[in-house]
Structure formats: C-alpha cells, structure tokens
Nanobody
Framework: QTQLVESGGGLVQAGGSLRLSCAASGDTSCISFMNWYRQTPGKERELVARITNDVITYVPDSVKGRFTISAGNTRHTNYLLINNLKPEDTAVYSC????????????????WGQGTQVIVSS
C-alpha cells in the first residue's frame, strides 16, 4: 500500500513563509502525480499545487506567485513553499497521490495523507 505523510504546518504570522513536505512510502509504483489541496470548514477543497513524476508543476492562478511546489531528492517526495502568507491561507493542507486511472490498476487510489494545519495570524 501507499502511505503519504505531510509535515511542516504550524502557526505563522502574515507575511511569513512555510514549507510543507509530503513523503510517499510503501508501494509507490502507482503514483503518477501528487497534489496539494487545502480546505477550511464550510468551503470546498481547493487544489493549490500539482507535481508529476516528470517534475512538471502546476499552481492555479489564485496562488501563483506565492506557492511553489518542488520535488525532493527522494522520489515521490515534494515540498510546497508558501510565501507571503495571508490569513486566508489558514486551512488544513493535504497531500494526495493520483494514478493513471485509465490503466485499471491501482484500485486503492487516490491516496491521501492525514493533513497538516496551517494557521496564519494577522
């Protein structure tokens, strides 16, 4: 099975930075790309970054310029750097791993980590 572990959340003042990490372990052969999402109570989960196995990255316009996703030295480890944090960035940030669903294998996907809380004080 595939497991994901996030770390790096915490309490930070507005304008500060945080680096979140996500590490996959176990059977990672099914992973095609990994995402970071965030969610606050009462709101829909929001995609904030994506990185593929070929290290192609994507961040939506809503966070572009402040959020950067990068690959770690270990395969299927990635980092989400958040700069110029704002109170509205307060959320639970979760890493997930996706597979090539057209192949019909890897039935346990998508896989989610436990999430890490980010709180930004004004």
């Amino acid at each position: 099975q595939t497991q994901l572990v996030e770390s790096g959340g915490g309490l930070v003042q507005a304008g500060g930075s945080l680096r979140l990490s996500c590490a996959a372990s176990g059977d990672t052969s099914c992973i095609s790309f990994m995402n970071w999402y965030r969610q606050t109570p009462g709101k829909e989960r929001e995609l904030v970054a994506r990185i593929t196995n070929d290290v192609i990255t994507y961040v939506p316009d809503s966070v572009k310029g402040r959020f950067t996703i990068s690959a770690g030295n270990t395969r299927h480890t990635n980092y989400l750097l958040i700069n110029n944090l704002k109170p509205e960035d307060t959320a639970v940030y979760s890493c997930n791993a996706e597979t090539d669903y057209t192949a019909g294998f890897c039935l346990t996907f998508p896989v989610w980590g436990q999430g890490t809380q980010v709180i930004v004080s004004s």
